[in-house]
Structure formats: structure tokens, C-alpha cells
């Protein structure tokens, strides 16, 4: 059908193509790196080949389809109609006659339709489970289409990977009898939206476990999932939007720390290894999403290490609104631990304060266990002194932007410098079992989200070109419209800064070298450097549990 | 029961209050969690759903005695599975209904077949209560046939509103006050020499009263 052949995208080389040319103001080359303009890449082409072939047969097979209304629709939804008006014009005044279309007779339209990007989750059987906008129920003809993209190119013995369609890119991710889509027209590369469908994925299995969602779809192919995930919506919709807010999490695979003096860290890790409970594999301090400070059980967490994956998805999950009352305890699974267990979490505020201390166990039946466990926590940070501390560190916060403790990029002292991410890579052996960054607040002119998009836009794209995987480069310096940007990674770090639009590029250098030295001086204050361990008490009874935890599923 | 056995067993002396583990029941969102915050921190706010289950204790004086309730509130249905375990030892269920759905009505009942599954008949102090008289122009479920069908169990029965704070505390202590009774009757009991054997005797576990 016509709306079908409109979806026809310029090939995936061509993709790359308009990619590389929004570099095209870049002032290239530095004595550094030696930037160039990099041709399309190759390797990315190369994976999104499945895509092309299938978007080349679509046209025909969508229209053999019984439910052609549906596909019309859809197809409609990404497809410049008009190329004369803007593809958001083009799309709103697409043709009528679709009034059985359950998407167009959304009131939420036009909204719907200009968002930057659409994450959607639904079964195998094409049943909707999430949207990131809109109501899923109205949705559903949408995700049929989806179901038949990814089944169409199934039947010919290959996956779909992604479908680049003028400026929008579609990325699919099969994940067991799950289907993960993303729509987006931000400049992220399909590696990237993939790993956020992966993130999205991650807190799915975090309440179900994998194996559970398995033996469901294997027991009831079209079962509503969305019944078992009342309430995770709400923890998916902030885990996207922290990606825009946020950028540093996802892109360097790390969890951001509070600052904090190292002495008091130190004593507050103390604190965690000596109160330990039968079973507790891990104890993290925790504030608006951010961590204090994390001690995990010697033996457990060695071998298998913690994935800074799961660490921050137990972040994002303890931020979650629900957990401000009272004590919770919530089974939870870390699925780059072991995907097909539950941990079982204690979850309260300490001292009504927005400090949460999170307890990870493997005892099902250990919540008295683990409330005796906060009280001595908390009687412990008393005795330290560090309730008023970590009062004025959460406090902090409030006042510019919800809960998120940190500084201000003023702190550094170098003029000219607007905002940078920071990652360090020379670290101790076994810190490396903790990969973190930091970065200060978004200020101005970065408070309002248009600007916030735009500069995580900027992250996005400097990341995916030093980590090109056909062409990385060490060294990018970028002058974009409204800010200049450089983006620098060596052995020892991982580093992008966001510098005002006016800075030569000798000037550039100098704020780097200052920024540079300001986080050496700062170093033991912005990171955790030695993550606590602790043994618990070795229990007959507590290694049953813990198998029991680890490897049953439910 | 096993634990309010042994605290009558130990606590002979007054000082330790009787601990009584109370288990919210229910369908999602018929505001179970906004119960237990009115009853327990006298708050309301609009909630998101609960994560697996939430904890308070609260304690209440009835005449001359008081005990002290352990309640445990849990999600809807999502973790219907994990938290069987946490009918364990519950000595008191609230079972909560909104009154502007007839589904959670009679999601309410079959909750209750699965407590009279769980649990011996007597064994457990069961209240029903309908929730969101707020809401009153709205209204599924009429007050007679909650209370119909509540006698008809033998179950306590009150219509509240978390947000108005509307017969909160009342239903909660009309809940203790039946606990206590059953609890001299119990005692009584025992004293002529009935030993009462507890089928649903779990393994030992913590004293309640020891964990503070």
C-alpha cells in the first residue's frame, strides 16, 4: 500500500551519511587525536543490512495483510507524507478515513505524535505491555505492525535490527518472548537506543525475573502482562526521561556518586560492613538516585561481581515514590547477576530523611532480620554524626533541581566551562568492580528541557563517534550551534565537556587541563575508591537460602 | 497465632504488649496503602502502587489494654505469589474493597476463599471494609450488600474513607478490640485445660517482641 512505500528511507549507508555531515562544522583535526571526518560507518551499516532488506519487501507484504487498516496507520505515524511541511505537519494532516484507527482517535494526538522518542514493549503475540506515551489500549493496532515487522523478517530466518527512515529510527530488540521498540528521531545511534531498550528490558526482569516471564508466555501465549507490572510503568517512564535529564548513566555505564569528604564515606562503609544480617549480600546508602556508599558480601559478590547495570537499576528503584512511607520489602532480581532469581530488599528512608539504605538478601523470611539491620544502622550513623551531614547534603538538593545532590560546575573554577561528565578509568584493580562518574548540576542555560535535550543530543553523538566501532577516535572538539563541546578518552579517563560557544580552541584546552586537575584534587571526594566488603555470618542455613535465592526462579 | 501464643506464653507481665500481625488484602488500587498511612502517620496522599509490601506498626490501647499491630501492606496482585507467606502468622486481615467497583467487590470474595483456605475457621479476625466513601456518587457496591455479605461470613464489616479520614481508626480498633476478645476467650480456654493444637504452626521463628 502507498503508505507502506512511504516508509521507503534513504538507504542505511545514506543514514550514516546525513549522520556524519551534522559533523560537518566541526573544526576537525587537533594535535591530540587527529579528527576527521569520519566516513559512513561501515561496521553500523552492516548490522542495520537486515533492516533494509526487510524494509525493502515490506511494502507488498503489508498490504497482503488482512488488518491493512492498521498498518496504513501506522506506517502513516513515521512517514514524511508531505515533504513539502514539516514531517510533524505532514504526519498530523496524513489522509483521512482512518476513523476506526484507535491511535488517531487518541486525544492525545498531536502530543503523541511530536514526541522525540516512543518506547514500546509488548509481547510476542503482538499484546501491548508499555508505552512511554499514550494509552497502550489505544495503541494496539500500532503494535500489531510492529509484531508483523519483526515476524515478516523472522520468517525469512533473520531478525530485524533497525529501519532508518529519514529522521526518524526505528530499533528492535527481541528479548526472549519480548518485543522492545524504540521510534526516535534524537541523533542517538541504534547502538545506543539499544542499549536503553536493554535498560528498559533490565527493570522488566528486575520484578518478574526472566525465567517467570518465559514460563508465563510459554503457559499463555497471549497473556496481559501488564496486569504484573502495575506500577513499574511509572519506574520505566523515569529510568527514559533520566536518560535525557541524565545522560552520563546510560552512555558510560557507570553510577554517579554524592560527593562526600572520604573520611566520612569511609566511616559510613564501616558502618555497613559491621551491620550486617544471616544472608544480606549487599547494603547500599543511597540519595535521589545517587549512591553514598555500597558494601557487598565478600563471598557472593567476588566471584560474580556486581554489575554496575544492577546497582543503578536498584538506584532507580529505590527513587521510586512508593518507598517514601514506612519500612517495604519487595522481592527484586538483578538480571546481570542472575536474571532467574529473586533478591529479596528491605527498603526504608533512615531517620525520615531522603537517605535510603537499601538491604539485599537471599532469606525470603528475613525482614525482621533486616529492620534490626537499619536500626543499627542508624543508631551507627548517629553515633557518627553523619545525620546532619548527609541532612545538608540531601538538602542541597531540593533547591535547584527534585533531589539530586551535587555541585556546581561553578566549583571547578574554570570560566567558560558549562558542564562535563567524568570518567575515570585508571582505577585499582578492584575498584574496578565499580565503574562511576560525575558531573555537576545542569545549570543555565541548560534548565529548561529543550536545552537539556539538546546537550544529552550532543553527549549522544560525540559518544557514539569515539566509540565508533569501525573508527573510534580519542579526541573530538566540536562547535555546535549554541556550545562547543569536546570529548576526550584516554587510558586514564572518559571525558566530555560542554564549554560556551565562544571558546578558542587553545582556550578549550586550558579549561580541560584546569577541569582535569580539579578532579585529581578532588578525586577522593567525588568517588568511591575502595567499596566496601563484608563477610556475614557463615550460617548452615544461610547457604541454603542463598542457593535458593540465586537459583530458583519463583 | 504463633506468635501471639507465645507472647501470651512469656508476657505474663503487662509490659510487653500482645503483638498481632495485620495483613491488608485486596485488589490494585482499592486503597489499601492509604489506609494504613491515615491509620498510621494520619496522611493522605495519592499513591503510586505499592512495591511489593509495606511495613508499619502502630500501637493501640483498647479500655485498659493495648497491643500493637504489625501491618503489613501488600501490592494488589502483582506479588500474589511471593506474599502467600506473608498470610503466615497473620492473626488479622483487612479486606479492602472500593465501593465505586463492583470487580474488587468480588475480587474481595474470592480473597476470601483463599484465606479460608489458608487459615482455620476462627483463626483469623477478618474485616471487610469498603473503601472511598468519598466517592459515594460513584458507588458500585451499596452499603447493605457489603454488610450482607459480611455477616452472611461473619466478618466485620465498615465503610471508610482514607481520604476523608472517615472511620479509619474506627474500623482499626474495632479490629483490636476483636482481637483481644478472641484473646481472653482463648486464654480462658486454655486455663480450663484445652490444649489447642495449631495446625498452621509454622518452624520457630523471631519473637516479635525480642526484635526491638
Known amino acids: ?554 | 497465632m504463633a506468635q501471639v501464643d507465645r507472647a501470651l506464653r512469656h508476657g505474663a507481665a503487662p509490659d510487653p504488649p500482645c503483638v498481632f500481625k495485620l495483613v491488608l488484602l485486596g485488589s490494585d488500587s482499592v486503597g489499601k496503602s492509604s489506609l494504613a498511612l491515615r491509620y498510621v502517620k494520619d496522611d493522605f496522599r495519592s499513591m503510586l502502587p505499592t512495591v511489593g509490601c509495606a511495613f508499619f506498626t502502630k500501637m493501640v490501647h483498647v479500655g485498659g489494654a493495648s497491643l500493637k499491630f504489625e501491618i503489613w501492606d501488600m501490592a494488589g496482585q502483582k506479588y500474589h505469589s511471593v506474599c502467600r507467606l506473608y498470610f503466615r502468622g497473620a492473626s488479622s486481615v483487612l479486606l479492602v474493597y472500593d465501593i465505586t467497583s463492583k470487580g474488587s467487590f468480588l475480587r474481595a470474595q474470592q480473597w476470601l476463599r483463599d484465606l479460608e483456605a489458608e487459615f482455620l475457621p476462627g483463626e483469623v479476625v477478618v474485616m471487610l471494609i469498603g473503601n472511598k466513601t468519598d466517592l459515594d456518587k460513584e458507588r458500585q457496591v451499596t452499603f447493605e450488600e457489603g454488610k450482607e455479605f459480611a455477616e452472611s461470613r461473619r466478618l466485620l464489616f465498615a465503610e471508610a474513607s482514607a481520604k476523608l479520614n472517615h472511620q479509619v481508626t474506627e474500623a482499626f480498633t474495632a479490629e483490636a478490640r476483636e482481637l483481644l476478645q478472641r484473646e481472653e476467650e482463648r486464654v480462658d480456654q486454655t486455663q480450663r485445660g484445652t490444649p489447642r493444637v495449631t495446625l498452621n504452626e509454622g518452624p520457630p521463628r523471631q519473637a516479635k517482641c525480642c526484635a526491638r
Open chain 1, 1 to 554: 500500500m502507498d503508505a507502506g512505500g512511504d516508509t521507503t528511507a534513504p538507504a542505511p549507508g545514506d543514514a550514516e551519511d546525513l549522520e556524519a555531515t551534522q559533523f560537518s562544522n566541526e573544526a576537525a583535526g587537533d594535535s591530540g587525536g587527529g579528527v576527521h571526518k569520519d566516513p559512513p560507518d561501515p561496521g553500523d551499516g552492516g548490522l542495520e543490512d537486515t533492516g533494509s532488506k526487510a524494509k525493502d519487501q515490506l511494502p507488498g507484504e503489508l498490504s497482503s495483510l488482512p488488518q491493512s487498516e492498521a498498518s496504513s496507520g501506522t506506517c502513516e505515524l513515521w512517514s514524511p507524507t508531505a515533504p513539502g511541511s514539516g514531517p510533524m505537519g505532514g504526519l498530523e494532516s496524513g489522509p483521512g478515513g482512518q476513523g476506526g484507527d484507535p491511535s488517531s482517535g487518541d486525544p492525545s494526538d498531536e502530543d503523541w505524535r511530536s514526541q522525540r522518542k516512543h518506547v514500546f514493549v509488548l509481547s510476542e503475540a503482538g499484546k501491548p505491555i508499555y508505552s512511554r506515551y499514550g494509552s497502550v489500549e489505544a495503541l494496539s493496532a500500532t503494535m500489531g505492525v510492529m509484531t508483523a515487522l519483526v515476524s515478516f523478517v523472522q520468517s525469512a530466518g533473520d531478525a530485524i535490527r533497525a529501519i532508518y527512515a529519514e529522521d526518524h529510527k526505528l530499533v528492535f530488540l527481541q528479548q526472549g518472548p519480548l518485543l522492545l521498540v524504540a521510534v526516535s528521531r534524537t541523533p542517538q545511534s541504534a547502538a545506543q537506543l539499544r542499549g536503553e531498550l536493554l535498560a528498559v528490558h533490565a527493570q522488566i526482569v528486575s520484578t518478574l525475573t526472566r525465567a517467570s516471564v518465559t514460563r508465563i508466555f510459554a503457559h499463555k501465549q497471549n497473556y496481559d502482562l501488564r496486569r504484573l507490572l502495575a506500577g513499574s510503568e511509572r519506574t520505566l517512564d523515569r529510568l527514559l526521561d533520566s536518560v535525557e535529564r541524565e545522560p552520563g548513566v546510560l552512555l558510560l555505564g557507570a553510577v554517579r556518586c554524592v560527593p562526600l569528604a572520604r573520611p566520612l564515606r569511609e566511616a559510613l562503609g564501616a558502618l555497613l560492613r559491621r551491620c550486617t544480617a544471616p544472608g544480606l549480600a549487599l547494603s547500599v546508602l543511597a540519595v535521589g538516585g545517587r549512591l553514598i556508599t555500597a558494601a557487598q558480601e565478600r563471598t557472593v559478590l567476588t566471584e560474580c561481581r556486581l554489575d554496575p547495570a544492577d546497582l543503578q537499576l536498584l538506584l532507580d528503584w529505590v527513587g521510586a515514590p512508593a518507598f517514601a512511607a514506612g519500612e517495604a520489602w519487595a522481592p527484586v532480581c538483578l538480571p546481570r547477576f542472575n536474571p532467574d532469581g529473586f533478591f529479596y530488599a528491605y527498603v526504608a528512608r533512615l531517620d525520615a530523611m531522603p537517605v535510603c539504605l537499601l538491604l539485599l538478601g537471599t532469606d525470603r523470611e528475613a525482614f525482621h532480620a533486616m529492620a534490626a539491620c537499619r536500626r543499627l544502622v542508624e543508631d551507627g550513623m548517629r553515633a557518627l554524626g553523619a545525620t546532619h551531614t548527609l541532612a545538608a547534603v540531601a538538602g542541597l538538593s531540593n533547591a535547584p533541581s527534585a533531589s539530586a545532590p551535587a555541585y556546581s560546575v561553578q566549583a571547578v573554577g574554570a570560566p567558560g566551562l558549562r558542564h562535563f561528565l567524568y570518567k575515570p578509568l585508571d582505577i585499582p584493580d578492584h575498584h574496578r568492580q565499580l565503574p562511576q562518574f560525575t558531573s555537576p548540576e545542569l545549570e543555565a542555560p541548560y534548565s529548561r528541557e529543550e536545552e537539556q535535550h539538546r546537550l544529552s543530543d550532543l553527549y549522544h553523538c560525540l559518544h557514539a563517534r569515539l566509540h565508533s566501532t569501525s573508527r573510534p577516535l580519542r579526541l573530538i572538539y566540536h562547535v555546535a550551534e549554541k556550545e562547543t563541546l569536546l570529548a576526550w578518552v584516554t587510558s586514564k579517563f572518559e571525558l566530555y565537556t560542554c564549554l560556551s560557544p565562544l571558546v578558542t580552541k587553545a582556550g578549550a584546552i586550558l579549561v580541560v587541563t584546569k577541569l582535569l586537575r580539579w578532579v585529581k584534587k578532588e578525586e577522593d571526594r567525588l568517588f568511591i575508591r575502595y567499596p566496601p566488603k563484608y563477610s556475614t555470618p557463615p550460617a548452615a542455613s544461610v547457604d541454603q537460602n542463598a542457593h535458593n535465592g540465586f537459583f530458583t526462579g519463583l
